[in-house]
């Protein structure tokens, strides 16, 4: 259905008082689909909600998901028949872990592979190998200085005057410390080791730098005891058992949301107490002035309350929902980080790299970066024919503009300098993510930037009500709205399920619900954890 100017005038008025207004005239109603919930989204978090509504006999929903596949940022796929991960890469830890524990109970997680501590080494321009007994001791010394930057989200004490960042702090820390070297080349070593190491943490916090984080802010993220865990048949196995729990057709793939149109007023109750409603009906069904319609191409779907897991760099980047949402939900939307983190495989026909080397950091001598190619910090071994190198950032969008076989030639001669060997050969096949132009995304995860706080996230969390209804209107998921848990797949996938429940607790005006989860990451999810 293609909308002309009368209908945009007409949408203004509200939903109802539009189809209203169409049969006065006359004209053909929209086709309409009515549903108790809509959940945008089939990533991690709106299928964690779509389970939790079913394992409570709630069924009158559907999932709309703007791509040909569930998932979202989990995306196993097969290349050169190798399994390769280009979104979500480990399960973060492993008490409380929903995840973890929904791969253990599939038989997911081969418990008897022990993976081998990685030999990594650590090379300067020229092809000199650092020892490694520096590269430890260097390492040592920058996690103790992450650790103190940690603790000032305790309120304990307060960070030195005119430092606001984890960036700048790191690297005062880094100054005092070698001050006290004496050694002016192990200075110079140790100093690109640093700078390795802030571009490595750029990749796992989800920044452009460590000096765009907020200090005080670190310690709100919460690491779950257990290290990295890797599922032999790819992240993406870990989907299938959440999808066989939905009802048949409740899944509508290939459908992207253009617009959200919600009733009109204040959020949160505040609107006036009279709750007359314009009732009429489309094919049978009830809609009010306080369903929610959402546009998807030449369909409208209507709902009395929707879950919306959009990831936090579509709801920056679009205006979806109309009218907007309210400011506060806006401001905090903008202050918060969504970073972009981009992986490069390399494909080869041999393997060249020896046993003993399962990672090369790159130690560049320059502080600053002059090219794009200087902010991968390391090229690891997934396999003897297979690497993957990490960058981040502005220089990970400016490599989502290139040509694959241009990266994959830079990334060659990276490689043949840095390890001092000429013959080093091309890759038979480079493959790159781009998750800043992927339209589904606009970049890869969530970081609390300087001037924002954990406060951000729970106002893009909060629920939003209408004429003073108990059952909220619009509920938000993803993992930009987990307080301790963002930028994870289990934090998504527990704001999923909280959003799910907030509905059905509304429903049943607070009664226990049967069967309630009783799982160990429930129970870790209700523990404040400030």
């Not at 050169?80 to 409380?96: R, Y």
């Not at 640093?194 to 919460?222: A, H, P, Q, W």
């Not at 619009?474 to 959003?499: C, D, K, M, Q, W």
Request: glycine share 8%.
């Amino acid at each position: 259905m293609v909308l002309t100017v009368k209908d945009h005038w007409l949408l203004s008025l509200g939903m109802a008082d539009y189809f209203s207004r169409l049969i006065i005239m006359g004209e053909p109603l929209p086709d309409v689909s009515k549903h108790k919930v809509i959940i945008i989204g089939a990533g991690i978090a709106g299928l964690a909600a779509a389970t939790h509504l079913s394992q409570h006999d709630m069924n009158d929903y559907i999932v709309l998901e703007a791509q040909d596949r569930i998932g979202g940022r989990i995306c196993s796929t097969e290349i050169n028949d190798q399994k390769v991960e280009l979104g979500a890469n480990w399960i973060h830890g492993v008490l409380g872990n929903p995840m973890y524990e929904l791969a253990m109970s599939h038989g997911l997680v081969d418990i008897n592979h022990r993976p081998k501590l990685p030999s990594i080494v650590a090379t300067t321009m020229d092809g000199t190998k650092v020892p490694f007994q520096l590269l430890q001791e260097t390492y040592g010394a920058y996690m103790c200085f992450l650790r103190r930057c940690e603790d000032y989200f305790t309120g304990a004490f307060d960070p030195p005057p005119g430092i606001h960042s984890v960036g700048e702090h790191v690297q005062l820390e880094i100054a005092i410390y070698l001050e006290k070297i004496p050694n002016a080349d192990t200075r110079t070593l140790q100093r690109s080791i640093f700078n390795c190491l802030l571009k490595r943490e750029t990749c796992i916090t989800g920044c452009n730098n460590m000096s765009d984080v907020d200090l005080v802010e670190l310690g709100s993220y919460k690491e779950l005891q257990g290290g990295n865990i890797s599922l032999p048949g790819g992240y993406s196995s870990i989907l299938n058992p959440i999808f066989n729990k939905l009802p048949p057709g409740c899944l509508k793939l290939n459908s992207q949301v253009t617009k959200i149109k919600w009733p009109s007023g204040n959020d949160n109750g505040t609107d006036s107490e009279d709750s007359d409603k314009t009732v009429i009906e489309v094919d049978g069904q009830d809609v009010t002035n306080e369903t929610v319609y959402i546009h998807c191409g030449d369909k409208i779907y209507a709902a009395d309350s929707i879950i919306c897991t959009l990831p936090l760099g579509v709801l920056k980047s679009n205006e979806i929902f109309y009218p907007k949402l309210p400011k506060y939900k806006e401001k905090s939307i903008a202050r918060l980080l969504y970073g972009v983190v981009d992986k490069i495989f390399l494909f080869y026909d041999h393997s060249f790299l020896g046993k003993d080397m399962d990672e090369i950091l790159l130690l560049w001598d320059n502080d600053e970066i002059c090219d794009w190619s200087e902010k991968i910090y390391s090229f690891s071994k997934i396999n003897d024919t297979l690497l993957l190198g990490w960058i981040s950032g502005n220089e990970a969008e400016i490599m989502e503009k290139l040509d694959e076989k241009i990266i994959g030639d830079k990334c060659t001669e990276i490689l043949r300098r840095f390890l001092n060997d000429p013959y080093i050969p091309y890759p038979s096949k480079c493959v790159c993510t781009r998750w800043k132009t992927n339209e589904f995304s606009r970049g890869s995860y969530t970081a609390i930037g300087v001037g924002s706080s954990q406060l951000d996230i729970e106002h893009i969390a909060r629920p939003m009500h209408i004429n003073n209804n108990k059952i909220p209107i619009i509920t938000f998921a993803g993992e930009h709205t987990h307080p301790n848990f963002y930028s994870t797949v289990h934090g998504a996938y527990l704001s999923g399920r909280a959003a799910a429940e907030m509905l059905l607790v509304c429903k049943r005006e607070d009664e226990p619900l049967d069967g309630a989860d009783t799982d160990l990451s429930s129970w870790i999810q209700s523990i404040p954890l400030v």
